[in-house]
């Protein structure tokens, strides 16, 4: 067994040094999505920047355990997110793209796209996921040209942290969510960290619309 365990470790160490010096790169892991359920008529696709509200059931891929569910536990009501701001797990935002509202999907995350080799609460290190996801809703995210106009309370073509969480309160209050429950503070802090590229407090036109189209 020891002598077993050498071996791959010789191998492993081998192929490594072989990758490094040829200059190849290891491969990038994918999410595999299946389409569960796809509504007949799509008028909207989802894309990165947009508000996504779903509902969700994770297990994990060994033992089918599931280890949470929005409508079993919890508040349980769905969640928001915007798509391709890290908010979520990066197989989340891999995996959910280019999808209709009443669309059902099943993701199966690697490990690399999901907690990684630490793990998290339930998840063990080193876990693959599988996430039942359904899509309720898609609305215009912090990042599209008609939230920058709605934002832009004072017209002066700039955005000040207050218009942003004036904003995003407007937005989540709409849909019966009260100011504690949607860390409104955190998602401006993020949404200034990405976008106001001089650090002057204000994210203007041209930085706003740079990032979105980086996406």
Same mark, same amino acid.
């Given at each position: 067994?020891?002598?077993?365990?050498?071996?791959?470790? &010789?191998? $492993?160490?081998?192929?490594? &040094? *072989? /990758? /490094?010096?040829?200059?190849?790169?290891?491969?990038?892991?994918? &999410?595999?999505?299946?389409? &569960?359920?796809?509504?007949? !008529?799509?008028?909207? @696709?989802?894309?990165? =920047?947009?508000?996504?509200?779903?509902?969700?059931? =994770? *297990?994990?891929?060994?033992?089918?355990?599931?280890?949470?569910?929005?409508?079993?536990?919890?508040?349980? %009501?769905?969640? #928001?997110?915007?798509?391709?701001?890290?908010?979520?797990?990066?197989? #989340?935002?891999? =995996?959910?793209?280019?999808?209709?509202? =009443?669309?059902?999907?099943?993701?199966? %995350?690697?490990?690399?796209?999901?907690?990684? @080799?630490?793990?998290?609460?339930? %998840?063990?290190?080193?876990?693959?996921?599988?996430?039942?996801?359904?899509?309720?809703?898609?609305?215009? $995210?912090?990042?599209?040209?008609?939230?920058?106009?709605?934002?832009?309370?004072?017209?002066?073509?700039?955005?000040?942290?207050?218009?942003?969480?004036?904003?995003? !309160?407007?937005? *989540?209050?709409?849909?019966?969510?009260?100011?504690?429950?949607?860390?409104?503070?955190?998602?401006?802090?993020? %949404?200034?960290? !990405?976008?106001?590229?001089?650090?002057? $407090?204000?994210?203007?036109?041209?930085?706003?619309?740079?990032?979105?189209?980086?996406?």
């Amino acid at each position: 067994m020891l002598l077993q365990r050498f071996i791959m470790y &010789v191998l $492993g160490l081998c192929s490594s &040094v *072989f /990758l /490094l010096v040829s200059g190849r790169k290891l491969p990038v892991p994918e &999410v595999e999505v299946e389409v &569960v359920h796809k509504p007949f !008529m799509c008028f909207r @696709k989802t894309k990165f =920047g947009d508000m996504l509200l779903v509902h969700y059931e =994770g *297990f994990l891929e060994g033992n089918g355990t599931m280890f949470h569910s929005s409508r079993l536990h919890g508040d349980k %009501i769905p969640v #928001w997110f915007t798509l391709g701001n890290g908010e979520v797990l990066k197989g #989340w935002d891999k =995996g959910m793209q280019n999808m209709c509202t =009443g669309e059902k999907r099943k993701l199966t %995350i690697p490990p690399l796209l999901a907690y990684g @080799k630490e793990g998290k609460g339930k %998840i063990p290190p080193s876990s693959t996921l599988v996430f039942d996801m359904e899509l309720l809703e898609i609305r215009d $995210g912090p990042r599209s040209h008609e939230s920058f106009q709605q934002m832009d309370l004072n017209s002066d073509w700039k955005l000040s942290r207050q218009e942003v969480k004036d904003y995003l !309160m407007k937005e *989540f209050g709409q849909h019966g969510y009260q100011a504690e429950d949607t860390h409104h503070e955190g998602m401006v802090d993020d %949404i200034f960290n !990405m976008e106001d590229e001089d650090k002057d $407090g204000f994210i203007t036109t041209r930085e706003f619309t740079f990032v979105h189209d980086e996406f």
